[in-house]
């Protein structure tokens, strides 16, 4: 189906008003569903951008320097936050260990998953280096490739181990069939669309975009995979990073949030178009538990009721120096005026939306989390313990 951009914008208002008022009805309360048994995930598989790295890029690439890390994990740890992602409190909501990167080989446990994702990923390859504009190597479709032979090579050791200590780091291969498999991943393709593309020729990418998705679920699934969990993007247009450049945007450029209206009508789009893959990817798949989840609705609604819930200005942010034009991006250093700048963290991390400009903080990723797992913005609305659930 092919929407006008009046229609574009009729559906994005849409879609803020319905998010709002899940956000309204159900809040962060109990678990959805009642008296259905928890799955049990033995593990997850987590594939995906900067919003669920735990230490891919960071080990492929230059280190993430402090003071990221430093609220909670009390030194840098591979993630662009003060501290926990949202991946993280899913690994905590399910009792299982943090994820290591499969790209760290130090230090590293995989026997209750592995995370694939890598900071600056796209679902989409494309042609340009990560030392261009942050785009990393490792779009979705090397992920997968790297599942695939992780799950081989971890499965040959582990039958080829002689001691429960061999085997202690390594995942069970009864264990593939039972896990989650989370994906989080869009945005950077929405950041090469408004960089490469006009609004039209973004449109028209997007249902490639949402194919190769759906393709690498299904890789997932002929490899026994049967439970996925799957975020669509946030409001692109109302990360902090839009505004430091256009420091006199246009009237109407802004939301009442201060987000980029037309940014945020393309991220809208992108998820209608996902949501309907998703959907036809439950028929496709029929032994797969397919859960698309909210994530703008929770990311939006923080946004857009931030004082209320003890934060500060979403546009404001905690980690780097931004001053009119100039810009000391977090845990650099730069001379402006010759004068040594280095970009600090703030003194008070827990109070503010955005961590770095481009990344959440580690409150408002825990907040999303109170207002995603009990499945209030799932679709179907079950939490996430029950996600293996079909319904």
Same mark, same amino acid.
């Given at each position: 189906?092919s929407?006008s951009?009046?229609e574009l914008?009729m559906?994005?208002?849409r879609a803020l008003?319905?998010?709002?008022?899940v956000l309204?009805?159900?809040?962060?309360?109990?678990?959805?569903?009642?008296?259905?048994?928890?799955?049990e995930f033995?593990?997850?598989?987590? =594939?995906?951008?900067?919003?669920?790295d735990?230490?891919?890029?960071?080990a492929?690439?230059?280190p993430i320097?402090?003071?990221?890390?430093?609220g909670?994990?009390?030194?840098p740890?591979?993630r662009?936050s003060?501290?926990?992602?949202l991946?993280?409190?899913?690994?905590e909501h399910?009792?299982?260990?943090?994820?290591?990167?499969?790209l760290?080989?130090?230090?590293?446990?995989?026997?209750h998953g592995?995370?694939?994702?890598?900071?600056?990923?796209?679902?989409?390859?494309?042609?340009?280096?990560?030392?261009?504009y942050?785009?990393? /190597?490792?779009?979705?479709?090397?992920?997968?490739?790297? =599942?695939?032979?992780?799950k &081989?090579?971890?499965?040959?050791?582990?039958?080829?181990?002689?001691?429960p200590?061999?085997?202690?780091?390594?995942p069970?291969p009864?264990?593939f069939s039972?896990?989650?498999?989370?994906?989080?991943?869009g945005?950077?393709?929405l950041?090469?669309? =408004?960089?490469?593309?006009?609004?039209d020729?973004?449109?028209a990418a997007?249902?490639d975009i949402v194919?190769q998705? &759906?393709?690498?679920v299904q890789h997932?699934?002929?490899q026994?995979?049967?439970?996925?969990?799957?975020?669509?993007t946030?409001p692109f247009?109302?990360l /902090?990073?839009?505004?430091f450049y256009?420091?006199n /945007?246009?009237?109407?450029?802004?939301?009442?949030h201060?987000?980029?209206k037309?940014?945020n009508?393309m991220?809208?789009e992108?998820?209608?178009?996902?949501?309907d893959r998703?959907?036809?990817?439950?028929?496709?798949? /029929?032994?797969a538990?397919i859960?698309?989840?909210?994530?703008y &609705?929770a990311?939006?609604g923080l946004?857009s009721n931030?004082k209320?819930e003890? =934060?500060?200005?979403?546009?404001?942010?905690?980690c780097g120096?931004?001053?009119?034009y100039?810009?000391v991006w977090?845990g650099t250093k730069q001379s402006?005026?010759g004068i040594?700048?280095?970009?600090?963290?703030?003194?008070?991390?827990?109070?503010?939306i955005?961590?770095?400009g481009?990344?959440?903080?580690?409150?408002?990723?825990?907040?999303?989390?109170n207002?995603?797992?009990n499945g209030?913005l799932s679709d179907?609305?079950?939490?996430?313990?029950?996600?293996?659930?079909?319904r």
């Amino acid at each position: 189906m092919s929407y006008s951009w009046t229609e574009l914008r009729m559906e994005f208002r849409r879609a803020l008003v319905s998010g709002f008022l899940v956000l309204c009805v159900l809040g962060a309360g109990g678990e959805v569903l009642k008296g259905s048994a928890p799955c049990e995930f033995p593990a997850i598989y987590n =594939f995906g951008d900067s919003n669920s790295d735990t230490g891919g890029i960071s080990a492929a690439f230059d280190p993430i320097r402090a003071p990221y890390g430093e609220g909670f994990f009390h030194k840098p740890a591979g993630r662009d936050s003060d501290g926990r992602l949202l991946i993280d409190f899913i690994a905590e909501h399910l009792r299982l260990p943090y994820l290591s990167a499969y790209l760290n080989s130090l230090a590293t446990n995989y026997g209750h998953g592995a995370n694939f994702a890598t900071g600056g990923s796209t679902i989409r390859r494309q042609n340009e280096t990560i030392f261009e504009y942050g785009i990393s /190597p490792f779009s979705l479709d090397i992920q997968i490739v790297q =599942f695939e032979q992780f799950k &081989a090579r971890t499965s040959d050791l582990y039958n080829q181990a002689k001691t429960p200590s061999e085997r202690s780091k390594l995942p069970r291969p009864e264990d593939f069939s039972k896990a989650l498999y989370t994906f989080d991943i869009g945005q950077n393709d929405l950041s090469v669309g =408004f960089r490469k593309m006009n609004f039209d020729q973004l449109r028209a990418a997007m249902p490639d975009i949402v194919n190769q998705l &759906a393709t690498a679920v299904q890789h997932i699934y002929k490899q026994g995979g049967r439970t996925f969990w799957i975020h669509n993007t946030g409001p692109f247009g109302c990360l /902090p990073v839009n505004m430091f450049y256009n420091l006199n /945007p246009a009237p109407g450029y802004l939301d009442e949030h201060g987000c980029v209206k037309n940014q945020n009508v393309m991220a809208v789009e992108f998820n209608r178009q996902l949501k309907d893959r998703v959907i036809k990817l439950r028929a496709e798949l /029929p032994n797969a538990a397919i859960t698309y989840v909210d994530v703008y &609705a929770a990311k939006y609604g923080l946004i857009s009721n931030a004082k209320n819930e003890g =934060f500060a200005d979403p546009q404001k942010v905690c980690c780097g120096y931004h001053v009119n034009y100039s810009h000391v991006w977090c845990g650099t250093k730069q001379s402006i005026n010759g004068i040594e700048i280095y970009g600090a963290s703030c003194g008070n991390p827990s109070q503010y939306i955005s961590w770095d400009g481009v990344h959440y903080s580690e409150a408002a990723s825990q907040w999303f989390a109170n207002h995603i797992l009990n499945g209030s913005l799932s679709d179907p609305p079950i939490p996430i313990t029950q996600a293996c659930q079909r319904r």
